[in-house]
């Protein structure tokens, strides 16, 4: 079946302004995570879904981030007054429960001017 | 919380060289362990995953991994390169309790043809 699907692939937005990125998961699976990943860097945790289950958001490094997951579907990452800092790649990865290999979308190259 | 350390930034191999990339992790609970690799232009995608039993695990492409529990340890290895395992390798730690993923920041592999 199909892959992780991610949107928009490409994101440029001007500073200050909000900014929400699209995750399609695979179907069928219940956790959902987000990363982000900064040029020349690794895989930084954004937020995880599981479920039902509240999110784990530790990873989410300031308020202006915030994600939401509709059942076990699509999610939408938001970012509010975006800042140059936030320029990155954002990956998403869903697995299901019992397999636990994470299969990854292509990613929303976020570029903040 | 877990973290992922991998030694290594960027290893560059001549062609048939041996390869061996470190992965240190520290976490208080029991673990499944994954390395993951991005081809230049590609998505991320699991190499070889680590959940219990026989602590030397066999990937995909001839790589194989080492889980020593003593060392914290999961190293990636491979007896002989070839130019198409250039990619990023990027080492990942799931906590079984809270589920929660975390990846090192990711060794640059480059192997001269």
């Known amino acids: 079946g199909a892959g992780v699907s991610q949107s928009p692939s490409n994101k440029v937005t001007e500073k200050g302004k909000d900014v929400e990125l699209r995750c399609d998961p695979i179907?069928?699976?219940?956790?959902l995570y987000w990363y982000r990943q900064r040029l020349g860097q690794g895989l930084e945790f954004l937020i995880y879904?599981?479920?039902?289950?509240?999110?784990?958001k530790s990873g989410l490094p300031s308020d202006r981030f915030s994600a939401e997951r509709t059942g076990e579907s699509v999610s939408t990452l938001t970012i509010q007054r975006t800042q140059q800092e936030d320029s990155a790649v954002y990956l998403c990865?869903?697995?299901?429960?019992?397999?636990?290999?994470?299969?990854f979308g292509p990613g929303t190259r976020l570029t903040v001017l | 919380a877990q973290s992922v350390s991998q030694h290594n930034h960027h290893v560059i191999l001549s062609e048939a060289a041996s390869l061996e990339l470190g992965c240190n992790y520290s976490y208080g609970g029991t673990v499944n362990l994954f390395w993951y690799v991005q081809y230049p232009g590609q998505h991320l995608q699991l190499l070889l995953k680590y959940f219990s039993g026989d602590p030397l695990v066999k990937g995909i492409k001839g790589f194989e991994a080492e889980f020593i529990k003593s060392k914290f340890s999961f190293n990636l290895r491979k007896p002989s390169v070839q130019w198409s395992d250039t990619a990023e390798y990027f080492c990942a730690v799931r906590g079984t309790v809270n589920n929660d993923m975390r990846f090192g920041a990711g060794t640059r592999l480059t192997v001269k043809p």
């Open positions: 879904f599981q479920g039902n289950s509240a999110p784990d």
């Open positions: 179907s069928g699976h219940t956790a």
């Open positions: 990865a869903s697995s299901s429960q019992v397999a636990d290999t994470q299969y």
